[in-house]
């Protein structure tokens, strides 16, 4: 089986902009997860979505928003960056054994 | 508040020496741990979960209730352990996981 997708691996973004962040599960995975990795604040919960609704939520503002599509597929994006949000931004999927998370790559967002 | 606590950053280790990586965790209910690890250049993985009760790679952890402690063990460190490992704790039986801020691990041959 394929892994855990993400695009894109690396990107740059000025402040005040927006950002889309991509996640591709492995096939059969229904549950999506996002995750910020900072130096600072190590890994931290965005949210879960499973079945397109939403199913956990983390301690991010607003600003901070996710959906999943049909397939699985999932999307998160960032609006009106700051330069704290700068980060390694890692999704993850689950097959169904709670805690167990297939990772992927991450997506290193830089906010300048 | 659901908090993990990994107090060191870094254990470097002789091959052959036993390793232990620490991890105290605060939560109020039931819980369930895990000890996740990035080798260089690989991604994020699983590596154990308590309820297995199993070992993986020759490393062992016991949930300590009493302790609140779920510590990483392995009796003789390898060069290929050498790695980023993390200890995390599941809110409430679901996929939202609260990690500790990680060991970094060095297996000196």
């Known amino acids: 089986k394929a892994g855990v997708t993400q695009t894109p691996r690396y990107l740059i973004k000025t402040r005040g902009q927006q950002v889309t962040l991509s996640c591709s599960p492995i096939?059969?995975?229904?549950?999506v997860s996002w995750y910020q990795q900072t130096p600072g604040q190590g890994l931290q919960f965005l949210f879960e979505?499973?079945?397109?609704?939403?199913?956990n939520k983390g301690n991010f503002p607003g600003r901070f928003s996710g959906r999943q599509f049909s397939n699985s597929r999932s999307e998160m994006n960032v609006s009106t960056l700051e330069l704290g949000d700068s980060a390694l931004y890692l999704c993850?999927?689950?097959?169904?054994?709670?805690?167990?998370?297939?990772f992927g790559e991450g997506s290193r967002l830089t906010v300048l | 508040a659901q908090r993990v606590t990994q107090p060191e950053k870094l254990l470097s280790v002789f091959k052959g020496a036993p390793v232990e990586l620490k991890c105290n965790y605060s939560?109020?209910?039931?819980?369930?741990l895990f000890w996740y690890v990035q080798y260089s250049r690989q991604r994020l993985q699983l590596l154990l979960r308590?309820?297995s009760r199993e070992s993986i790679k020759g490393f062992t952890a016991d949930l300590n209730k009493g302790e609140t402690s779920f510590h990483l063990k392995k009796p003789f460190a390898q060069e290929e352990d050498s790695a980023m490992y993390y200890c995390?704790?599941?809110?409430?039986?679901?996929?939202?996981?609260?990690f500790g801020k990680g060991n970094q691990v060095v297996v000196i041959p």
């Open positions: 096939s059969g995975h229904r549950s």
């Open positions: 308590h309820i």
């Open positions: 995390a704790l599941s809110y409430y039986g679901n996929n939202r996981l609260a």
């Open positions: 939560y109020s209910g039931s819980p369930e």
């Open positions: 979505y499973f079945s397109e609704t939403q199913r």
């Open positions: 993850a999927s689950n097959g169904g054994d709670t805690g167990e998370l297939f």
